[in-house]
């Protein structure tokens, strides 16, 4: 066992764990976060997506002990119920989930996929998605919803004073 420190959705933990314990085990069984979900086990499906150090991944194939010290966002750490986050905003005017196992997955992959390439065009972000899986076919509400969050995310862009936009 091995004490690990973790920043999780803004807060220090630590935890007491063997040092190769998955990521999504530590999150779900010590933390009691729900946003990430077991599904595939082996880092295919998505449905366990998480951003770590900016970017989306899989972790129930990510061994606790690489993420020390790092910061760590699930679904919950977006938004709150009563202020959700605009791409969690833009997935509930869309309608974009059915049975919501995947769902967590699909937002924090777009999420950190357009946070790193803000211009990205359509087939790109296609791509970008074409590794989180949704048994529910949803996909083209969750497409709409995505183009949502962009398009609100260029406009707002759009609006802020040249200066700001630099730096």
Known sequence: MSRISLRVNGRAHTVDV????PLLYVLSDDLALRGPKFGCGLGQCGACT??????AIRSCVTPVSTMQG???TTLEGLGTIDNPHPIQRAFIDAQAAQ?????SGVIL?????LDENPKATEPQIKQAMSGVLCRCFVHNRMYDAIRRYVQGTRS?????????QRS
């Open 18 to 21: 063997d040092p190769t314990t």
């Open 50 to 55: 998480v951003i770590a150090r900016g970017r």
């Open 70 to 72: 790092a910061a760590i």
């Open 99 to 103: 049975c919501g196992f995947c769902l």
């Open 109 to 113: 992959t777009a999420k950190a996929f």
């Open 156 to 164: 707002a862009d759009m609006a802020k004073p040249a200066q700001e």
